[in-house]
């Protein structure tokens, strides 16, 4: 065997254990887990910034690429450039294999953002929440406790809001970094008076026993007007912590539609109904130019909110995550880096191979 033939045959193993990598990889990313990592404290401090975690798609039931034509192993972009990494010349309708379960109440789950309509449904860049409503069920936000069809939904071990912390002398990073919470957790008032921080039920409990804390106050939003509150309109009498109720969705779910309804899920049933041509006329309702009456949806709906809740863009700002956007169930850690730390005690021990509830 000549010397060239040789170099030929070693490149060959090496090209096909490569395709194999490649086509392997991307099988299980498709059909049965997926990694990711957190890159906003939307959900500290049940998942922190720098927890990397495996999603799985087998729960909910593995998703059929909705665009075929990519390059294997990326999302929205070829690695490190701006060249697209898909071409959308070949859409395949929505279609999901059967799976262990249905999202439920308080999953944590990752799903793509709803409202980047710049791309396709499959390639809208993830997000994480949990889903706090499912399809029918009725959120309201109350002082900035979610109830469930009048029912207090169940807190999260490490949800976090913001509170107003006013002490008798400047607290240091290290005051803080004892109480767990980061550098990123808090802001000092302009007037020196105090800080505002977010922290858990446990830790403002903590920080309120000692001596250097003379009051705290949770930042409950009492003012309206906000316009980036969904549905658009509602915005004249909710807020992020006082919000609903409203009706989630479910396929089947017949609705009148009423002026109110109109402004609560015209934008849901124009922009992922799957229809063309949907208009709002003087409070109307118009489908390929008649009027509805009463309309049926087609598919099921969920409220995804962050446990930071006061530091979480969800569905009280963008609306409701159809299913067909549902990428899986977060379920276990399998590293998680602090920011804040260096050499190894920037890995978070305690916290590899965490099953995530």
């Known amino acids: 065997m000549s010397k060239s033939t040789t170099k030929k045959s070693a490149a060959r193993e090496w090209g096909d254990a490569l395709i194999f990598a490649v086509v392997a990889a991307s099988l299980i990313r498709w059909l ?3 990694p990711f990592t957190i890159p906003t404290a939307s959900m500290e401090k049940s998942l922190l910034v720098g927890d990397f975690l495996f999603v799985s798609k087998m729960h909910y039931g593995t998703r059929f690429p909705i665009t075929p034509l990519q390059v294997p192993l990326t999302h929205q972009k070829v690695w490190g450039t701006d060249i697209p990494s898909y071409s959308d010349a070949i859409e ?17 789950v990752v799903f ?3 409202v980047e309509f710049q791309y396709p449904t499959d390639l809208k860049t993830n997000y994480i929440k949990r889903a706090i409503g499912i399809a029918g069920d009725v959120i309201e936000v109350r002082e900035g406790d979610a109830y469930i069809n009048n029912e207090l939904a169940d807190k999260p071990e490490g949800m976090q809001y913001s509170y107003d912390v006013i002490s008798n002398r400047p607290l240091t990073a290290d005051f803080f970094k004892d109480y767990d919470v980061n550098v990123d957790s808090y802001v000092s008032f302009s007037d020196g008076s105090g800080y505002m921080v977010f922290a858990t039920d446990e830790v403002i409990k903590r920080l309120e026993s000692t001596s250097v804390v003379t009051s705290v106050t949770k930042r409950i939003e009492k003012s309206v007007g906000n316009l980036d509150i969904f549905p658009a309109g509602m915005s004249k009498s909710w807020n992020r912590d006082n919000y609903g109720p409203l009706q989630i969705p479910a396929e089947g779910l017949t609705i009148e539609m009423t002026s109110e ?3 609560k899920y015209s934008f849901t049933i124009e922009k992922y109904e799957g229809l063309e041509n949907v208009e709002v006329k003087d409070g109307q309702l118009f489908i390929d130019g008649q009027k509805v009456d009463n309309y049926t949806f087609q598919q099921n709906y969920y409220f995804m909110m962050g446990d930071n809740r006061h530091d979480s863009l969800d569905s009280r700002y963008w609306g ?12 276990f850690l399998w590293l998680s880096l602090d920011k804040h730390e260096s050499m190894f005690s ?8 965490n099953g995530i509830d």
């Open 32 to 34: 049965l887990l997926e």
């Open 112 to 114: 793509n953002y709803p």
């Open 320 to 331: 409701f995550v159809p299913e067909d956007h549902i990428v899986g169930k977060a379920w």
């Open 261 to 263: 309804n109109v402004m």
């Open 92 to 108: 395949i309708p929505y279609f999901r294999l059967p799976g262990f379960s249905d999202v439920k109440n308080n999953d944590v």
């Open 346 to 353: 920037k890995i978070r021990w305690s916290r590899i191979f």
